[in-house]
């Protein structure tokens, strides 16, 4: 990513933080909209799993300028992902919510290249999830 990118990607990032509930709970509904089969795999407390994932999503967009310091953190959770039940297919899911629950929270600040900064960084994130998921643990 260029340092351009990732500046776009942290300034919007900065304007969602203070609407992450909102943001979570539009993402959510969002996810299961496009796949209700992906429902069942959230069994927890959906408030708390909205808190994680906002908090995960704020850790790997800190870390774009060193994206070394993420790499164990998003292996790890690609891992974890397996055992949940996550296949391959369900990342494109998870982006299109993603890009969708952002565009509706940034409205006019979502511009085009505002969306192209974030699809490679959830492209990133998702592509060293779903490698570590197909690496056996060792």
């Given at each position: 990513m260029?340092?351009?990118?990732?500046?776009?990607v942290?300034?919007?990032?900065?304007q969602?933080?203070p609407i992450?509930?909102?943001a979570?709970?539009?993402f959510?509904?969002?996810?299961?909209?496009?796949d209700p089969?992906?429902?069942p795999l959230?069994?927890g407390?959906?408030q708390m799993?909205g808190?994680?994932l906002?908090?995960?999503?704020g850790?790997?967009?800190s870390?774009l300028?060193?994206?070394?310091?993420?790499?164990?953190?998003l292996?790890?959770l690609?891992?974890?992902?397996v055992?949940?039940?996550?296949?391959d297919?369900?990342y494109?899911?998870?982006g299109a919510?993603?890009?969708?629950t952002?565009?509706?929270g940034l409205?006019p600040a979502?511009?085009?290249?505002?969306?192209?900064?974030w699809?490679k960084?959830y492209?990133?994130?998702?592509?060293?999830?779903k490698?570590a998921a197909?690496?056996?643990?060792r």
């Open positions: 260029t340092p351009e990118e990732i500046k776009r942290q300034s919007t990032w900065a969602v933080a992450r509930e909102q979570a709970a539009l959510y509904a969002r996810l299961f909209e496009l089969s992906l429902k959230f069994k407390d959906m799993q808190q994680k906002m908090a995960m999503i850790t790997a967009v870390g300028t060193q994206p070394a310091t993420i790499l164990s953190a292996q790890d690609g891992r974890r992902h055992g949940y039940g996550v296949q297919p369900h494109d899911t998870v919510a993603l890009l969708w952002l565009e509706t409205g979502f511009t085009p290249e505002t969306r192209q900064a699809a960084t492209d990133l994130v998702a592509g060293v999830m490698d197909a690496t056996p643990s």
